[in-house]
T-cell receptor, first 114, second 113 residues
C-alpha cells in the first residue's frame, strides 16, 4: 500500500492560465476528498466522491473549479482562469468505506499564481 | 462561521513533559472527532480519533478526551518528544454528511530538548 499520491507537488502559473492536478488514492478506497489549505488555516473541504459519483461540492468551489473521478480510481481537479487568490495547498484524501471516518492524506500540490 | 476552533496558535513544552492541545467546537451534530499531525511540506497524518459516544480514547502516548457538554476536546501527549514538534489539527465530522472533515486552524507544538 503506497499511500495517497498527488501530482505535481508544486505548480507555478500565471494568472489566467488553467491548471490540473491529479490524485491517486489508496487502492480500493472508494471515497476521495479534495481540500484546500491556505497559510495559517486548517484544510477546507472542497468536494468529495464516492466511487465515480461526485456527491458534494463546497460553495468554495466556484464555477472555475471542476473535479472528476472518471473510473472511480484517480481524480483530477482543474482550475480554469486562475486568480492570485487560488494560491494554496491542494490536498487530496481517501477513505476506505462509508462509515470509516479516518481519511488518509496525500502530500498536497502547492499552487502559486503569479 | 468557524465551527472548530483551536485558540492556541502555539505551545512550547519541555521534552518528557505533558503536551495538552485543546479544541472547541460549536456544532452539536458532530459525531466524530480526529487529530492530525502535519510536518512542513507533507500532508496531514492521522493520529487518533474519538466517537461522540465515548469520552476518552488512548493510543500509546496519545490520549484524546471529549467533553460533549462543553463541546471541548483535548489531546494529551505523554511524554512529549522532540519528534512530536509539528502542527496539530483538530477535525470533526458528521457521518450523515459524507464524513467531510471540518478542521481547526491548528496549533504549532514545539518540544524542547
Amino acid at each position: 500500500d503506497t499511500g495517497v499520491s498527488q501530482d505535481p507537488r508544486h505548480k507555478i502559473t500565471k494568472r489566467g492560465q488553467n491548471v490540473t492536478f491529479r490524485c491517486d488514492p489508496i487502492s480500493e478506497h472508494n471515497r476521495l476528498y479534495w481540500y484546500r489549505q491556505t497559510l495559517g488555516q486548517g484544510p477546507e473541504f472542497l468536494t468529495y466522491f464516492q466511487n465515480e459519483a461526485q456527491l458534494e461540492k463546497s460553495r468554495l468551489l466556484s464555477d472555475r473549479f471542476s473535479a472528476e473521478r472518471p473510473k472511480g480510481s484517480f481524480s483530477t481537479l482543474e482550475i480554469q482562469r486562475t486568480e492570485q487568490g487560488d494560491s494554496a495547498m491542494y490536498l487530496c484524501a481517501s477513505s476506505p468505506r462509508q462509515g470509516a471516518d479516518e481519511q488518509f492524506f496525500g502530500p498536497g500540490t502547492r499552487l502559486t499564481v503569479l | 462561521d468557524q465551527q472548530v476552533k483551536q485558540n492556541s496558535p502555539s505551545l512550547s513544552v519541555q521534552e518528557g513533559r505533558i503536551s495538552i492541545l485543546n479544541c472547541d467546537y460549536t456544532n452539536s451534530m458532530f459525531d466524530y472527532f480526529l487529530w492530525y499531525k502535519k510536518y512542513p511540506a507533507e500532508g496531514p497524518t492521522f493520529l487518533i480519533s474519538i466517537s461522540s459516544i465515548k469520552d476518552k480514547n488512548e493510543d500509546g502516548r496519545f490520549t484524546v478526551f471529549l467533553n460533549k457538554s462543553a463541546k471541548h476536546l483535548s489531546l494529551h501527549i505523554v511524554p512529549s518528544q522532540p519528534g512530536d514538534s509539528a502542527v496539530y489539527f483538530c477535525a470533526a465530522s458528521r457521518g450523515e454528511y459524507g464524513n467531510k472533515l471540518v478542521f481547526g486552524a491548528g496549533t504549532i507544538l514545539r518540544v524542547k530538548s
